[in-house]
């Protein structure tokens, strides 16, 4: 009989997989990354518990284009405000646009990253640069900048996102999960081999579907474009209430009842 693939695999044939795995090459991103000051109230109301708010009400929106040896290159974003879990800071991403089924499978399923299938663009034309992230034809976030001058390479660091890791429960209800839901610390290791000062601006624009809008820019802390590699490990830190997450799963899907949500009061600054 012919091999069946989708039949159960061997041993061998798992841990060949796995070794392959552990042996990846480098794989080098061009990225622009926007970090602005928003409204604190903004930023609190979309953290759920036990993640708290940290000293400045920060967002990040990071548009990459990955080199995928053998492959079309990946378009990869984020949106995410800075967090802190206990002493631990970092930044819990509201959405994550991808351009490939394979990346946003994996995220979502080994980590719990809120991944969405999306438009990713990074393009470059001289010393002019335009970055955004669309879904539903809504170019939600834009970048519109031009390069200024090259910046001092940084040294390989750590950063840290956090996820909620979570399966709604299988009746449809929508009144749980099946599982309790786990908090994920995912420490990514960076290192940077180009680095440039953009001056420009960042757009949002209203979209009932990712409604990053509602995190206004206040004043852009950072806007740089670099060639990047990096590699993640992930692990669980606890277990969170099912209760006090359940009001903010809305934040994973395309939920058609968002669009009644008005936006956040807001203080006036």
Do not use: N
Request: glycine share 8%; hydrophobic share 40%.
């Amino acid at each position: 009989m012919a091999r069946v693939r989708y039949g159960a695999r061997s041993e061998a044939e798992i841990a060949a997989a796995r070794a392959a795995g552990a042996r990846l090459p480098d794989i080098w991103s061009t990225g622009v990354v926007a970090v602005w000051e928003t409204d604190p109230d903004v930023v609190a109301a979309v953290l759920p518990p036990p993640l708290k708010p940290t000293e400045r009400p920060l967002v990040r929106a990071a548009v990459s284009k990955v080199d995928l040896p053998g492959h079309q290159p990946l378009g990869a974003g984020s949106v995410a405000v800075a967090a802190a879990h206990g002493d631990q800071q970092g930044w819990y991403p509201l959405v994550m646009p991808m351009t490939g089924e394979r990346a946003l499978i994996g995220g979502r399923e080994v980590f719990g990253e809120p991944k969405k299938l999306g438009e990713v663009t990074v393009e470059r034309d001289g010393p002019v640069v335009r970055a955004s992230l669309a879904r539903h034809g809504i170019a939600f976030v834009e970048i519109r900048s031009a390069v200024s001058g090259p910046l001092p390479l940084p040294e390989p660091a750590e950063k840290v996102d956090f996820y909620f890791k979570f399966l709604p429960a299988v009746d449809g209800s929508g009144s749980g999960f099946d599982t309790d839901p786990v908090l994920v610390h995912c420490v990514r290791r960076e290192k940077v081999r180009k680095l440039e000062q953009l001056t420009g601006d960042v757009v949002l624009r209203e979209s009932m579907y990712d409604p990053v809008a509602d995190l206004p820019v206040r004043g852009l802390v950072e806007l740089t474009v670099g060639e990047k590699t990096t590699s993640q490990k992930g692990r669980v830190v606890e277990r969170v209430s099912a209760r006090a997450l359940l009001p903010y799963v809305h934040q994973r899907y395309d939920d058609p009842q968002q669009i009644l949500d008005g936006p956040p009061e807001r203080s006036v600054r």
